[in-house]
């Protein structure tokens, strides 16, 4: 038991190490008879590049406080989930973003699945940033393990707020967040297994592609060349899962994560989370679970 908990606390110290401690700095014109906005520079304790411009009122988040709460709440309540040798940290956008990731001990297989042992591995998110944009947010990442298709979701319920002063004292309620998280990666398998069920026709098709997208299916040969490359793309990843998996909302969705994680972000986590791939994820569910009212 000891040893377990000097591994343990070796593990932390180790991530601890790695963790940008923000420098909040004023910006200055540097000009003689030009006064100073009230801008500041987020920067990295060991200097460099500005990792955000912000106003007076930002406060960069502690990210040995946010850690803290982080392995407090999983000695918490749930140590049977996650094993907190498990957790890294990770730097996006040149630091500017930040994650603490936690995988969770057990994939969920997705019943109803046409493949078989169609499994879904998920890790938990606590994510914040620098660039004066980016919340302190709790969510989750799932992959399918045997196409690596990815997506990211946030908790059922919204626990992401602002970096202010004020609310810092927030990263201390984690524990509740961190375990809704946990349900709500269940929730999200079982929901792929209710798409499964919802076959789709090549009208619902195009009308889920056009929402989606934004592109308008019918009207394909007015689009540009580029708009008509990404609908084929699209078409293709489809195509594909549908091949795998049948003619159901359950392959429909998953083109779409099969498009973002293997063309659009071509593999890359940074891209999966921050950019284009997961709007269009995201879209993609929010569009999904709307056709199965």
Known sequence: ???KFESQNNHIEGIRS?????????????LEGFESPDAYGIYRHTG???????GKVFQPMDLNVLLDS????????????VDIEQLSYKEFKGGSKVAFELPLKSNQEIKGSPMVGDLVSSSLLIQTGFDGYTKTSVSFLSFRLWCTNGATRKSAIDVSFKNTLNNHAKVFMLADELITCINDTEAYVQQLGEFVKKKVKQSEIDAFLTKVTGYNVSDYSELT???????DKINES??????????NLFSLYNGITRY???????????D???SNANKLNVMAMDTAMAMMN
């Open 18 to 30: 790695q963790l940008i401690q923000p420098k909040k700095i004023q910006l200055h014109s540097g």
């Open 48 to 54: 460099g590049d500005a990792l955000g411009v912000v």
């Open 272 to 274: 999966i989370l921050y």
């Open 225 to 231: 060349t580029r708009k008509r490359n990404i609908l």
């Open 238 to 247: 489809v195509a594909i899962e549908m091949q795998n998996t049948g003619a």
């Open 70 to 81: 982080v392995v407090m709440s999983v000695v918490e309540c749930c140590s049977a989930d």
């Open 260 to 270: 973002t994680t293997h063309d659009l972000a071509g593999g890359n986590i940074e």
């Open 1 to 3: 038991m000891l040893e």
